[in-house]
């Protein structure tokens, strides 16, 4: 099992760059699938980017392809997600997730941190 507690949320203007980080305790996340999902107020949830746990190529959605890049740190048991170029439309709740790579699912969570992008 693994807990996540994300940071580096905040308010920043269109065009600035935010890096949030997901703090994983309880297993190492080299075992996990892991991922950035965003909800915005009315919207459904959506993943942004996710990277399995043996490496390979990210995902991403198109929408935020060239902008943003997930990232792993085995050492410290970390994941971030950096984000540049931000526009309005990034304004979310963003999530960190894990999924055991027996799995297709994300079952672990963290709390979210909040992402708002003014114009």
């Known amino acids: 099992q693994v807990q996540l507690v994300e940071s580096g949320g905040g308010s920043v203007q269109a065009g600035g760059s935010l890096r949030l980080s997901c703090a994983a305790s309880?297993?190492?996340?080299?075992?996990?699938?892991m991922a950035w999902f965003r909800q915005a107020p009315g919207k459904e949830r959506e993943s942004v980017a996710r990277i399995a746990w043996s490496g390979g190529s990210p995902y991403y959605v198109d929408s935020v392809k060239g902008r943003f890049t997930i990232s792993r740190d085995s050492a410290k048991n970390m994941v971030y997600l950096q984000m540049n170029s931000l526009k309005p439309e990034d304004t979310a709740v963003y999530y960190c997730a894990a999924g055991s790579r027996w799995s297709s699912a994300f079952g672990y969570w963290g709390q979210g941190t909040q992402v708002t992008v003014s114009s």
């Open positions: 309880g297993h190492t996340i080299s075992s996990y699938n």
